[in-house]
């Protein structure tokens, strides 16, 4: 998918979540009115209950009242319930919507840009957060404040300004909370995912930090790091405690005024008890949703940057399109004049590259430490996209292969073999629904077979997290099933023998040949002889230019003339990140 259309892409998915939120807070609004409105049963029974009832001394009047009252509040309870129910299911909604997509998006960030993270996740898990937690109610609650101000100025307009006094200074509150509050908060929250990240990144280098002795050093560069997060943590919270205290201090004031003032009134024959009560039950009531917005600030701000970080994760997530889904390839394989750079990186690492394989060939990619074999063959299989030229298979760019034809088409093992935590049954076949058959023929094909019934569970033996508990010979001839499982018409393997004894090699070589005789087309990156004796032809890469390539036999031939002509002692060497 091109940047333009992913943007489109993108854009299309926003709108259409934003219009179901939108539905879901009109629908939120309506309760909201209802809910308000019955805000008023208070007021109005104690107006009732102070200057009807006490004055009447009837208790049919007081029965009534407290009976319409009560089922008033029932009514209340019912639509807050409610509404609390919608916004709970809407956060569910939202976050099953976008899950996918943030996933996805984590998943395209790691193999473009190296950068592991499920920080898309855990933002949506804060937006679902604050959809169905009490912050979004100030914001549905405050615009009703003027009608309880209203009802205030009707009681006396003196006590209507007041109110009206309180809940402007609660506002300035609000706004100051916003201006003061709301960068550090961004801050701080991109500093504390920083240092989340960097504790990922350490948990899962822990083999090399235990064995090496690490642990103290680590530790510590975390600790700094997430010493300035705390830092501005510290900052808000101070400003926030402050704003806060403030808030009470006001609204527990203006509650004083309202009876101190209301009593006074009283005592002038200007205004009832029962008015008074109600009058400070009114504003109570209109200055709740200022105050709560204060308390619950941080948190909106929090889920704002989280829905920003989300709506920019989505953008380098591959969304869902409709694709044609085309006839299965024959496995003609075509490179057009390839040139890569890293992110952030000027000097291309693969420059000018053309070469191509037919169904039932292998072609064997070597060359030193730092060539660009590895990047290549990431390319060949679609996991990065060329900044010029194109990997094309039957004519048709790899990147634009719809998921269901890359799914059927390519197979690929990658120089870092990583299982998912799983049983072996389901790693072999990419956690798709399969027949045991299906299984067990790709495992046989490579050779896994017997070793996998040597497991505890045989074929539903779990695997831990990345294969853990399996020797890495194990873990290779698992991946090696899994790439040859839906028998792809490319087959990309980048030091497919890396991990495997003498044995496992020749069952390899023995599946090479096979897979070669039913058209398959194969490229083979190695440093070793055998595995790239069983290749028709060789590319030799060196400086991310193709030095070579030609016939197996010639180009091996050449490579292994005097090493004072520069050959194949030098190139034996392998490319771990190139």
Request: net charge positive.
């Amino acid at each position: 998918m091109s940047g333009k259309d992913s943007s489109a892409s993108t854009e299309a998915l926003i709108r259409e979540t934003l219009a179901v939120c939108r539905r879901g807070f009109v629908s939120a609004g309506l309760f909201s009115l209802g809910i308000n409105v019955l805000m008023l049963t208070v007021p109005l029974y104690m107006l009732q209950l102070f200057d009807r009832v006490l004055l009447s001394r009837s208790m049919e009047t007081l029965l009534l009242l407290s009976v319409l009252a009560g089922a008033a509040l029932l009514t209340l309870a019912v639509l807050d319930a409610v509404r609390g129910i919608l916004f709970a299911r809407l956060g569910d909604w939202v976050e099953r919507k976008l899950g996918g997509y943030a996933l996805a998006g984590s998943i395209a960030t790691a193999t473009q840009q190296g950068w592991f993270s499920v920080q898309g996740l855990r933002d949506l898990a804060s937006i679902r957060g604050f959809l169905s937690g009490p912050g979004m109610v100030p914001l549905l609650d405050a615009p009703w404040a003027p009608v309880f101000l209203a009802a205030i100025f009707v009681l006396h307009p003196l006590l209507g300004f007041l109110a009206l006094g309180g809940a402007v200074a609660l506002l300035a509150l609000v706004l100051s909370a916003e201006l003061s509050t709301r960068k550090p908060v961004l801050q701080a929250a991109g500093l504390t995912i920083d240092a989340t990240d960097a504790a990922e990144g350490m948990v899962r280098n822990a083999e090399v930090i235990e064995a090496m002795g690490l642990l103290p050093a680590v530790v510590a560069r975390w600790q700094r790091r997430q010493a300035d997060a705390l830092a501005l943590h510290r900052r808000v919270a101070r400003r926030g405690i402050a704003i806060g205290a403030v808030s009470k201090f006001l609204r527990l004031a203006l509650q004083l005024a309202v009876f101190g003032f209301g009593a006074y009134l009283t005592i002038q024959n200007e205004l009832t008890a029962g008015a008074m009560v109600a009058a400070a039950i009114l504003m109570g009531r209109a200055l709740a949703p200022l105050e709560m917005a204060i308390g619950g600030w941080r948190q909106a701000v929090g889920a704002f940057g989280a829905y920003q970080r989300v709506r920019r994760q989505l953008e380098t997530a591959p969304l869902a399109r409709p694709a044609m889904s085309l006839p299965v390839p024959k496995g003609v394989l075509t490179v057009e004049a390839l040139h890569y750079a890293h992110p952030g990186q000027n000097k291309p690492l693969l420059k000018a590259v053309n070469f191509a394989a037919e169904p039932g060939q292998a072609l064997g990619i070597l060359g030193p430490a730092g060539a660009g074999k590895t990047t290549l063959a990431r390319l060949l299989v679609g996991v990065l996209r060329p900044q010029l030229g194109q990997v094309r298979l039957d004519g048709v760019e790899v990147t634009r292969l719809a998921q269901r034809d890359r799914a059927q088409a390519i197979g690929y093992l990658p120089q870092d073999v990583q299982l998912f935590r799983g049983s072996v049954r389901d790693n072999i076949a990419g956690f798709a629904a399969a027949t045991d058959a299906e299984v067990i023929a790709a495992a046989e094909l490579v050779g896994a077979h017997a070793m996998i019934l040597r497991l505890p569970q045989a074929y539903e033996s779990e695997i831990g997290e990345r294969g853990q508990g399996l020797s890495g010979g194990q873990r290779q001839l698992i991946a090696l099933a899994r790439a040859v499982y839906v028998t792809p018409r490319l087959l990309v393997l980048d030091e497919p023998s890396a991990s495997l004894d003498r044995e496992g090699e020749a069952v390899l070589i023995t599946a090479l040949k096979r897979l070669k005789d039913e058209g398959m087309t194969i490229v083979i990156v190695a440093h070793r002889g055998p595995i790239l004796q069983q290749t028709d032809q060789l590319l030799l890469l060196r400086g991310g230019q193709v030095e070579r390539i030609g016939p197996t036999r010639q180009i091996l031939g050449a490579l292994l003339a005097p090493v004072t002509e520069g050959g194949w002692p030098q190139l034996a060497q392998t490319d771990r990140h190139g």
